[in-house]
């Protein structure tokens, strides 16, 4: 499973960035898939996660504010970022599991498969 993420980049806060997960495979409709972040000198922190049914979670801090979809037919993972603060700033990663369904909380032992990162930059 390869995961590769685009989209990041620099913008101020109040502002949008879409980021988007190219898997190869025909994996995003039949495995629990996510976003994880980690910001300069934290630990990665679970984003959001979605089951192969289209379900998505989020965490916490980012609830109303970022939405996760998935195009099956372009075998694609989204993150839709609105309402960017500056804690958001961070390398984000698109993730894959083994499994189809997903676990809580969104925990990094429940995925196997990472991509690159991409890098996300909020300024004030």
């Known amino acids: 499973v390869q995961l590769v993420e685009s989209g990041g980049g620099s913008v101020q806060a109040g502002g949008s960035l879409r980021l988007s997960c190219l898997v190869s495979?025909?994996?995003?409709?039949?495995?629990?898939m996510g976003w994880f972040r980690q910001g300069p000198g934290k630990e990665h922190e679970g984003v959001t996660q979605?089951?192969?049914?289209?379900?998505?979670s989020y965490a916490d801090p980012v609830k109303g504010r970022f939405t996760t979809s998935q195009d099956n037919g372009k075998n694609t993972l989204y993150l839709q970022m609105n309402s960017l603060k500056p804690e958001d700033g961070a390398t984000y990663y698109c993730?894959?599991?083994?499994?189809?369904?997903?676990?809580?909380?969104?925990?990094?032992?429940?995925?196997?498969?990472w991509g690159q990162g991409t890098q996300v930059s909020v300024s004030s």
């Open positions: 993730v894959a599991s083994f499994w189809d369904n997903c676990y809580y909380p969104i925990s990094r032992s429940n995925f196997q498969f």
């Open positions: 495979g025909d994996i995003v409709s039949r495995r629990c």
């Open positions: 979605i089951d192969r049914r289209g379900r998505p």
